[in-house]
């Protein structure tokens, strides 16, 4: 009986430590938990990619032919494209040299693959990238996919990160109207009921972003490109968010608010970019 | 042998319950293995033990998630302690026992978290997804605490760390035969 007292004290005690410890420690064992269960994220990511890519093989046997001569296609298509933004990038750099304009920024891309989705007790919405600080990958840079901006990376161990997605209500970015060029914050609204029913609230989706303190007087219209700000430090400037979707008034009258149609493809997340700023 | 038996259990569970996917539809959750594990030892032994797997259990938990330390920790003791309590009053055994505890179960973990969560910077989210993330945990530990009994019980007897009555040796012996 005794002995069973001084086990429920100890494990009192136990859960007491665990509330206070600092943050510091915590990150730490945090991190050191994700390396140790990177190598099983990563084979269970191989083997579903080699799975799907297999099943897609199958799927798509019978238009393989036809698929390989519209590419071929595509490839001179694009060839001709690529010989004439040629000329048309050495147009450009000589124009920026009769400018003498400088790149003050320089964006170096590390390529990572999404290891898993979403964390343990889906609080909040995350991935976890197969890179970590020994690829030179930290806590706050920016992520981003070939199509637009998708979260920031916020715990990083030697061989993971932890993205937190912009459709996360607790992610917020200083944005860019790219077109009237007025500012803003952007918030990730998590999901909710898709469709115009919010009653039928089983059936959800990613919800849009929410575009806050859009300065009035300014022409905003449906479609406008959102694009990060650059402002607060995380975020590079220009990286491409989304395009208005509806704009209104707020309820207090001072300011805009809009809703954000998300480029990137989210929902289907295989590889992304992590941004390293280079000054 | 039993505590060396319960925390790989529960490390092979954490494991397991970090690499399944997540279903958006029931709220963004993940079958709850750890929870699972925890009603096992809660209805199976006595609360001290019942209490370290809660402990291990939510330090898992907590240490490959995105949240505070200690969190998960403390509700799976609750949980744990609480699932005792009716020990000797159920048929553990019983198939409806099991998925009562872990639907019951599954609802509090998410609200007990939710309840938690919003005493710091998580700025949350809308009390009908809370719902919604509510009933889907409870389905899926609903689903899944039968597998983790029948599969942590064979282990167990396995291990002898459970005693085989007289009538299931008889019954395997009819079977066999």
Redesign the interface.
């Known amino acids: 009986m005794r002995?069973?007292a001084r086990?429920?004290g100890l494990?009192?005690l136990?859960?007491?430590i665990?509330?206070?410890?600092p943050l510091s420690v915590?990150m730490r064992?945090?991190a050191g938990?994700?390396d140790n269960?990177a190598p099983?994220?990563n084979m269970?990511s191989f083997i579903m990619n080699k799975w799907r890519a297999n099943m897609q093989v199958l799927i798509d046997a019978r238009g393989v032919v036809a698929e390989r001569k519209k590419m071929q296609e595509e490839v001179a298509d694009l060839k001709h494209k690529v010989k004439a933004m040629e000329s048309l990038e050495l147009d450009n750099d000589a124009l920026r040299k009769q400018l003498e304009f400088k790149k003050r920024q320089e964006m170096k891309m590390i390529l990572c693959e999404v290891i898993?989705?979403?964390?343990?007790?889906?609080?909040?919405?995350?991935v976890t990238l197969n890179r970590g600080t020994d690829d030179g990958v930290f806590s706050d840079m920016a992520v981003v996919t070939v199509d637009g901006l998708i979260g920031r990376t916020?715990?990083v161990s030697r061989h993971t990160a932890?993205v937190?997605l912009v459709t996360d209500?607790?992610c917020k970015v200083a944005c860019r109207l790219a077109r009237a060029g007025v500012f803003g914050i952007v918030s990730g609204q998590?999901?909710?009921a898709s469709g115009v029913d919010r009653s039928l609230?089983?059936?959800?989706?990613p919800q849009p972003f929410y575009m806050d303190y859009i300065s009035k007087g300014q022409d905003v219209y449906e479609g406008d490109d959102v694009v990060t700000s650059g402002l607060g430090g995380v975020y590079p400037k220009g990286l491409l968010i989304g395009k208005v979707a509806r704009i209104e008034e707020h309820s207090s009258r001072l300011y805009y608010v809009a809703d954000v149609l998300p480029v990137a493809n989210i929902a289907s997340l295989k590889y992304a970019f992590v941004v390293q700023k280079v000054e | 042998m039993g505590w060396l038996v319960m925390t790989f259990v529960l490390l092979c569970a954490a494991?397991v319950?970090?690499?399944l996917?997540?279903f958006?539809?029931l709220?963004?959750?993940?079958p709850p293995l750890l929870l699972a594990v925890v009603l096992y030892y809660a209805l199976r032994r006595?609360?001290?033990i019942t209490?370290?797997a809660?402990?291990q259990a939510?330090?898992f938990?907590?240490?490959?998630?995105?949240?505070?330390?200690?969190?998960?920790?403390?509700i799976f003791?609750i949980i744990g302690w609480t699932a005792g309590r009716f020990r000797r009053v159920v048929v553990v055994e019983s198939l409806i026992t099991q998925v009562f505890f872990g639907f019951i179960a599954g609802g509090v973990v998410v609200l007990g978290?939710?309840l938690m969560?919003r005493g710091t910077?998580?700025?949350?989210?809308?009390p009908?997804?809370v719902l919604?993330?509510m009933f889907g945990v409870s389905i899926l530990s609903m689903i899944c605490t039968p597998v983790v009994f029948l599969m942590i019980s064979k282990l167990d007897r396995l291990l002898g760390n459970i005693e085989v009555k007289e009538e299931d040796i008889l019954d395997d012996f009819e079977y066999g035969s």
């Open positions: 002995h069973r086990i429920t494990v009192f136990a859960i007491v665990l509330l206070n410890l915590s064992l945090k938990a994700h269960v099983f994220q269970v898993m989705r979403g964390d343990m007790s889906g609080w909040w919405q995350t916020t715990a932890e937190l209500p607790n998590g999901i909710r609230e089983m059936f959800y989706g | 494991i319950q970090s690499l996917p997540s958006i539809c709220g963004q959750s993940r006595e609360d001290d209490l370290v809660g402990l939510g330090f938990q907590d240490i490959l998630d995105k949240g505070p330390l200690g969190y998960s920790a403390l003791c978290g939710y969560l910077e998580f700025t949350g989210c809308r009908s997804w919604v993330k």
